[in-house]
């Protein structure tokens, strides 16, 4: 039987995945990379591909599927503000 | 002995939970949120929150600590983007 610490996880994996989805969406639409962090995006996107690689190491799909979804979506994201902080004021 | 893929996921809850202070620190000097998506932010704090009550059901120190010091970074942040929504154009 599945355990509420097991469900728990899944409901928190798919939240903190599927939320840089709005973030993406809003970025790409307006462009508007001012309030975000470079820091941050460069910080949080090389964490993420250290848990992708976690998950290839210990053969745990659910990590390594949704880390490699977090990391398009903020590789997105991170895109956009470096583009913006070299090429536009 | 420790093992690559303990240094690899120690590596990574580093980066992914010191990776908020950067964008925390900007978004309380500057208050722009106009490019933070406040679905991102809901989302993402409730997926954290879940990982908080994951890592104290599983009793593992290392997972509430770093969800905990997450949760608050996101928290300011969303707490700023609700304001600014709320109460200014």
């Known amino acids: 039987m599945i355990e509420t610490h097991e469900i728990i996880s899944y409901v928190a994996a798919t939240c903190t995945t599927a939320s840089f989805l709005p973030q993406a969406i ?29 998950g290839i190491l210990i053969e745990d799909e659910a990590i390594y599927i949704a880390n490699a979804i977090t990391l398009v979506l903020a590789g997105i994201i991170l895109s956009y503000k470096i583009y913006n902080t070299l090429f536009r004021k």
Chains 1, 2 share one sequence.
């Open 26 to 54: 809003l970025t790409i639409k307006t462009k508007d990379t001012d309030g975000l962090s470079l820091g941050m995006y460069s910080l949080f996107s090389i964490g993420v591909l250290c848990w992708l690689i976690y």
